[in-house]
């Protein structure tokens, strides 16, 4: 996906943006902005550098004072809205940790077309009482982007943003922040609500816990918000958040006809199937997964979970069937040699084999 998003950075993308701060800034140099965002070492650049790039260009051509800039991207920002305009928080986090009231004020309109999640952050390093109490503010404000952006800019592991090393050890104040958005009207919220409780479990597995018992049956949304919030601990077999889901126990619960090929080869797909019974009447509410357990290059086996499904199965017995898709892709390397497929119900790996990847 990065890769895709980088290449929105081209000449029509700048040239547009050069254009409409010409029309605010008048002695803005279009054919020299554009020469120096091109510059030699464009190509090898990734997504974050462009966009960081573009910010540090930006502050060369405007006028040598931040406010005036910044009141310059304040009238610009509006006509340019998506993910990759995010070079405007950019810059405020940039040239701006000096200026705080301004550039919060900047953020808060900037945020409102491309979201302010990273920059936000380095106020948070840099102020983190006020910037926590602003974010307080945000959450109860009427605006959707403002709510979502009191959750996602203060997320303890935000991917692609400096990690909150203070949230990380105390997610206190975080959670203000969530208490109040848990019943957030927008669907766009509650994701950020959830992906931020999925945060805090990773460093504070019993304080997210208490969390999901608390807000557990309160209303749909909330339902969903924990259990979203909930999947590393889901996972990794955590037997008390399972336990909140009511995945209990699987002794009831048989696993035959365990069918697995015995080699695949890179490029293509790994069948396997088999079939869950019980003598009760039904299996019950059941969380199915299985792990492909890959050959690193140290020789080691490195697990990895996939989701088969999550539901309260009324029959006595089921038959799952499923590929696992050995397909190249740029997030993993594959290794050839002997793999592993297992089985996990309701966190427990109930069947394992070997097979080998040619």
Known sequence: MAE??????????INTLAQEIKKTYIDFNIVQFEEDIFC????????????????????????NNYVKSLNILKQVAPKFDGFEYMFFQDYVE????DFYEESINALELFTQYASSEFAIRAFIIKYEDKTMEQMLKWANSNNHHLRRLASEGCRPRLPWAVALANFKNDPSKVLEILEILKDDESLYVRKSVA????????DNAQVAIKVFNRWKNRNKNCDWIIKHGARTLLKAGNIEVLNIFGFGDVSHIKLND???????????????????STHNKAIGN????????????????????????SSNIEKNCKKIAKNHSFK???????????????????????????????
């Open 195 to 202: 992906n931020n409780l999925n945060d805090i479990s990773k």
């Open 258 to 276: 365990f069918t697995l090929c015995n080699e695949v080869e890179i490029g293509s797909l790994l069948p396997f199937s088999f079939n869950l």
């Open 328 to 358: 190249k892709i740029s997030t993993r390397r594959y290794y050839k040699g002997v793999h592993a497929l297992s089985i996990i119900i309701n966190g427990i790996e109930v069947e394992y084999k070997e097979f080998i990847l040619n």
């Open 94 to 97: 940039l040239f701006g940790l």
């Open 40 to 63: 030699h070492t464009w190509e090898n650049k990734e997504l974050k550098d462009r966009m960081h790039h573009i910010a540090v260009i930006l502050n060369k051509f405007l006028p």
């Open 286 to 309: 059941t969380r199915i997964e299985y792990a492909i357990h890959f050959l690193k290059s140290n020789n080691k086996l490195s697990k990895k979970v996939f989701m088969i499904s």
């Open 4 to 13: 895709q998003l980088k290449l929105m950075y081209n000449k029509t993308l």
